[in-house]
């Protein structure tokens, strides 16, 4: 494989992410997993299994030649395709907190929709790529993309799990109008789309209450308060340095499944705002190495691929983080790297290794930017 190494500040970035959150998941839930499980290390010695699962496909990745992935796209695919259908099923997919979201096999848990965020992205670099000029045609270039995304949305959604079928279809619009669509397409799609999505969400109740307790809090009932404003207090308590690693006291049965979504309120509480800074910061140079990657991307399918990996990890901690602080209604979003649970961890560092080939294929080893060159994708330079 041609280039001069692998992105070491990203690389660096993911295993201080990971390292970060395998001690944070042991922090927020060693009490509940004694109470529980009568083991402290329940839930720190699968994250930890997770991650060197997870971080041994990064390195196999990163050191294959992304474009040699291309003939496994649609298959993956289609099997992530497979996999959202068999969870809707009734005996087959695994129902949680009135949630049809994850597949059990050999006494392992797995939650198809992360793997479907990632195919879906590969799928979408390839057909964008090869397109070429035609995205700027609508039926041609704008249509097909946007059909197979909406059969995952519609999928993901009937789990529910809106907050990633959400993330679907924002990765997707994001890749597409990078690959040279025209944005008065998108906007005419957007028109007519969000004003529906706007009024099905407003019809499902619990989704009603979160929108109603983020716009209207006075109005909205103590339970669908209830994470926010304990979430807020932890950040609160946390102060500039924290209280001590290990020393927070939101996780002993205040907020619920503080080691989940919530994790980034149990940093801020124990690290202060310093330790959330810092998480913040790392995903803020993801995000600036992975866009660097997709600048210098050799080939319209590195680019695209590489931006709709940094896309979909950036977008889902920024609305994580938001959540956090109560700017955005719960989605059940996972923070990336950081939050326990195996699905979002391994499948994420799957994608990081990809992020990372393209990165030695662009020659990003040796230096924190590239030099000016021509865009490989159109519609950024339009």
Request: aromatic residues 8%; proline residues 6%.
């Amino acid at each position: 494989m041609s280039g001069r190494g692998h992105d070491k500040l990203l690389f660096t970035a993911t295993l201080m992410l990971v390292g970060l959150g395998v001690v944070m998941v042991y922090s927020a839930s060693a009490i509940r997993a004694q109470e529980r499980f009568g083991d402290p290390t329940f839930f720190l010695k699968k994250q930890v299994l997770w991650a060197l699962i997870g971080v041994t496909g990064m390195v196999w990745l990163m050191g294959r030649d992304y474009r040699g992935l291309r003939p496994y796209i649609l298959p993956l695919l289609l099997l992530a395709l497979g996999m959202l259908v068999l969870v809707l099923v009734p005996g087959i997919g695994v129902k949680v907190n009135g949630a049809r979201r994850w597949l059990r096999l050999l006494g392992l848990s797995f939650q198809p929709a992360e793997l479907a965020k990632l195919a879906l992205v590969g799928y979408l670099a390839r057909l964008l790529a090869s397109k070429e000029d035609r995205v700027q045609e609508f039926t041609a270039g704008v249509v097909p993309p946007l059909l197979v995304s909406g059969v995952f949305f519609l999928l993901i959604a009937l789990q529910p799990n809106y907050g990633t079928a959400v993330m679907i279809l924002l990765s997707a619009v994001t890749m597409i109008f990078a690959a040279g669509a025209r944005l008065t397409h998108l906007v005419a799609v957007g028109s007519a789309t969000v004003p529906v999505l706007a009024l099905l969400f407003w019809s499902v109740p619990h989704v009603r209450g979160r929108i109603v307790a983020l716009l209207h809090p006075a109005q909205a009932s103590p339970k669908i308060l209830y994470q926010t404003l304990q979430s807020q207090v932890a950040l609160g308590q946390g102060g500039g340095l924290g209280r001590g690693l290990g020393d927070g006291m939101q996780k002993l049965f205040y907020l619920p499944e503080p080691h989940t979504d919530f994790i980034f309120a149990i940093i801020g509480e124990e690290l202060g705002f310093a330790g959330a800074a810092l998480v913040v910061a790392f995903f803020g140079l993801v995000l600036w190495r992975g866009v660097r990657i997709a600048l210098g991307a050799p080939d319209r399918f590195g680019a695209l691929l590489a931006l709709g990996i940094t896309f979909v990890i950036v977008g889902q901690a920024a609305i994580n983080f938001g959540v956090v602080v109560g700017l955005v209604p719960t989605t059940g979003l996972p923070l990336p790297l950081v939050s326990f649970g195996g699905s979002s961890l391994v499948v994420t560092l799957l994608g990081l290794g990809i992020l990372l080939s393209i990165s030695q294929a662009a020659g990003m080893g040796s230096r924190l930017a590239l030099p000016p060159r021509p865009l490989p994708v159109g519609g950024w330079a339009s």
